[in-house]
């Protein structure tokens, strides 16, 4: 009797851990956030190197951490080549603009357009040279492609999505994030994007149905947005190849639903706690000029009390900074750590005989992304 001989099972998945100490982490934002208080904002270009370094080198799969090389000065310089050349083109294009509407209603449109394009081509190039930075087993993640090309995609795609009202969306990121992942490589393995947009359309189809009563009933948007972005991490951490190494993720839809109440809960105490502090700051300041707080006039008051204007705008850049902590403690350092927690590495033998290859990439595709206000992480 012969035997056939079966294949022997897939070996179980590879875990993604996450160490990082959450205390830590606040650590890192809060005292970012009083150094960018003290010197005008610059100092960020430091804080988002510091934050990757902290999530990269506390990511470890089979055990290895990885590895984020880039530097806070990098994105400064990057920064200040973008914006010599992004500020000409903001004064040309609000000259043009106020022009273009005063003789033509809406003529100012295409150059908003073409605004839009140059964000997508910010986003793809500062994708590229955060993978460059990016570093596992001595080996480092690179990029080619067009960010022209990405853009005129992405600028496709986004009509469509007009037209369509929204039902284009998950065929959009599925195009994009195809586009992305097949220029991106991990030393000499080429990456690709297995996710389709029918997948993401019929695990979230729901969710555009709720979505105009999500709008007029406030409560119902923070749960419909939370559950959307995590179809949406669950579709995209899933499809992503690299060679024979594919992800998986197993993210529930409710796992997001905490972390964003925790951060409007949070918003409602700060702006609470802001407006208290601005009518104590006209209190004091009423009070000691002598006026009568009843009899004043509280718009004469603040235009001509400077050190009041000062404290009430300090307070303004209190409150923005605190609500970026909290952003970044909750929407970034938590969603990292649940999302590492569902995933699940396959086919990991397949970078044993992996050879390292790529350059590194300018900072100035990020220096365009923040300058346009499109940054990611």
């Known amino acids: 009797m012969n035997f056939i001989p079966q294949p022997p099972p897939p070996l ?57 090389t880039g530097r806070g000065k990098e994105l400064l310089i990057g920064f200040l080549f973008a914006m010599a050349i992004l500020v000409p083109i903001y004064l040309a294009y609000f000259i043009v ?22 964000g997508q081509f910010a986003i793809y190039r500062a994708r590229r040279y955060r993978l460059t930075r990016t570093v596992w087993r001595g080996v480092r993640f690179w990029m080619d492609g067009s960010g022209w090309a990405y853009a005129g995609r992405a600028m496709l795609w986004t009509l469509l999505v007009v037209v369509t009202l929204g039902l284009a969306w998950p065929w959009r990121e599925a195009a994009l994030e195809r586009y992305k992942m097949q220029h991106s490589h991990y030393g000499d393995l080429r990456g690709d994007f297995a996710g389709s947009g029918w997948e993401f359309f019929k695990r979230a189809w729901y969710l555009w149905l709720c979505a105009p009563f999500a709008l007029v009933l406030f409560p119902l948007f923070p749960f419909l947005y939370a559950q959307f972005k995590a179809v949406e991490w669950r579709w995209w951490l899933s499809g992503i190849r690299f060679g024979g190494v594919r992800l ?8 997001l639903y905490g972390l964003y109440w925790k951060v409007i809960g949070w918003f409602v105490v700060l702006w609470l ?6 009518i104590g700051v006209t209190w004091l300041a009423l009070k000691l000029g002598g006026a009568p707080i009843a009899e004043a006039k509280v718009a004469e008051a603040l235009a001509n ?73």
């Open 12 to 68: 179980p998945g590879t875990p993604v851990t996450f160490a990082g100490e959450r205390g830590e982490f606040f650590g890192l934002v809060g005292r970012g956030a009083l150094l960018e208080l003290v010197t005008l904002g610059f100092y960020r270009f430091w804080l988002a190197t510091d934050i990757r370094r902290h999530l990269w080198v506390n990511t470890a799969v089979d055990g290895d951490a990885a590895e984020y």
């Open 97 to 118: 603009s106020v022009e273009a509407e005063r003789l033509k209603g809406f003529a100012s449109v295409p150059l908003v357009i073409a605004f839009y394009a140059f």
């Open 248 to 255: 998986q993720s197993s993210l529930s839809p409710g796992a």
């Open 273 to 278: 706690a802001t407006g208290a502090y601005l």
């Open 305 to 377: 009390n400077i050190p009041m204007l000062i404290m009430m705008a300090l307070g303004y850049v209190a409150l923005i900074l605190a609500i970026n902590v909290v952003m970044r403690l909750y929407l970034l350092r938590d969603v990292w750590a649940r999302l590492l927690a569902s995933v699940e590495l396959h086919g990991i033998e397949a970078i044993a005989d992996i050879s390292a290859k790529g350059d590194l990439a300018s900072a100035l595709g990020e220096g365009f992304a923040d300058g346009l206000d499109v940054a990611g992480f």
